[in-house]
């Protein structure tokens, strides 16, 4: 176990990374220690170079407090953001700026019994390259797709393994402590701790992509359910179209709501001879066609407006389940697909209106992520903070930063 010094200043650290800024009275009061101990261990954390001075908070009337900061350099995340197609990997700081380039592999996750060792090698690959010391990296934190215990580590979708946990498989290859957790989990842990929903108690965080995933925080926590698999959104049987989904049903919201099904929709679309700038598009690479589609909706092409305004609508009945089992004060739409913005709200709000109990909607705010596609990279470097504070021995192996006694 950690010692309650060390203890104590890695949630000094935890705090100031989450908060960005923070008095001494604030972090006395986050962390229930007394203002005489707190001003005792920042000082030693200033003197070790990995809290600075930021200067007084504005007035509020009184006296300015002193703010802290962390370093930015004082240690790094390596984050790793998945879908079923495509794998991000970043190099984040102790502000959440990036370091270096986003790394964008090709990774299908269906039917791949090499995607553990693929994903390792990318890995290795990428903090081999990276321009900082590895013994600088406190942790990798990984969103995936998929049922994902996180107690175990292990997928129960992709990523399989025949020996161990796919956590202890990835540590023993590269050395340094891993952390995964679901997709859509982390979009939701990125705006409850960094973004939108910061300031709410119970929120649903939509992460629109090739499927529609939920994030739920209940009273101010994520919500995982009995086993850690809630939040399963696209699989709602919502439908009576007979459209055969992923996880093997039929009638799921994602037959009508995912990006996958709006770039099919695009390209029969364009095979029927409709007018529109989408002249051309092809199911040879969805994420390149779902980017330009949304970009002719933004643009005005009435014919990719409309495929939006459809499938936001469905979502729209999908989300009024949501607020009438659930009543959040706020929906944050976020993901690959709030890239579209605006063109979401109006559908959604349409369907709110005509499928909700207008007494229990009333007060339901939605909103789209400031984050947008970047949700998940975030929520996969917060994953390995959110935990740093209660790391154990094994994971104490990492050395050589000077928040790591």
């Known amino acids: 176990m950690l010692n309650k010094q060390t203890g104590y200043k890695r949630s000094i650290v935890k705090h100031l990374y989450f908060a960005g800024e923070l008095s001494c009275a604030d972090l006395s009061a986050l962390t229930q220690k007394s203002v005489p101990l707190t001003t005792r261990v920042l000082n030693e954390l200033i003197a070790e170079g990995a809290v600075i001075e930021k200067g007084y908070a504005h007035s509020t009337g ?29 190099l984040l700081d102790m502000h959440n700026n990036y370091v270096g380039e986003v790394e964008r592999v090709e990774l299908p996750l269906g039917d791949n019994t090499e995607a553990l060792q693929q994903l390792t090698h990318h890995i290795a690959d990428f903090i081999e390259r990276a321009a900082i010391p590895k013994d ?25 393994t025949d020996q161990g946990s796919l956590v202890s498989n990835i540590e023993a290859a590269i050395g340094i402590p891993v952390l995964i957790d679901n997709d859509s989990s982390l979009v939701a842990l990125a705006e409850q701790k960094l973004g939108t929903a910061s300031d709410k108690q119970n929120v649903m965080v939509l992460s629109i992509g090739w499927g529609i995933g939920l994030g739920m925080i209940l009273n101010g926590a994520l919500f995982r359910g009995h086993n850690g698999f809630a939040g399963e959104f696209s699989h709602i049987p919502l439908f009576t179209n007979n459209k055969m989904c992923s996880c093997g049903k039929s009638g799921c919201l994602e037959t009508e709501t995912s990006l996958l099904v709006v770039v099919e929709k695009a390209v029969r679309g364009m095979q029927e001879g409709k007018l529109s700038m989408l002249q051309g598009l092809s199911l040879d690479n969805v994420e390149e066609a779902s980017n330009t589609i949304m970009d002719a909706a933004l643009k005005g092409d009435r014919f990719a407006v409309d495929l939006f305004h459809e499938t936001a609508y469905n979502i729209g009945r999908g989300v009024a389940i949501l607020i009438h089992l659930l ?18 709200l109006a559908p959604i709000q349409q369907a709110i209106n ?33 935990h740093y504070d209660t790391w154990s021995p094994m994971q104490d192996k990492v050395k050589g930063n000077l928040a790591v006694p």
């Open 327 to 344: 009543n959040p004060e706020l929906i944050v739409l976020s993901g690959r697909g709030s890239l579209a913005g605006r063109l979401w």
């Open 354 to 386: 005509e499928h909700c109990i207008p007494k229990i909607a009333e007060n339901t705010e939605i909103k789209i992520s400031s984050f947008g596609y970047q949700a998940e990279v975030i929520g996969a470097a917060a994953l390995v903070m959110e």
């Open 136 to 160: 600088s990296i406190i942790g990798i934190g990984i969103g995936m797709p998929g049922f994902v215990d996180v107690t175990k580590g292990i997928n129960y979708s992709f990523l399989k």
């Open 62 to 90: 009184g006296r300015r407090p002193q703010v802290y900061s962390l370093k930015p350099d004082l240690m790094y995340v390596v984050s790793v953001a998945m879908d079923q197609l495509i794998t991000r990997i970043a």
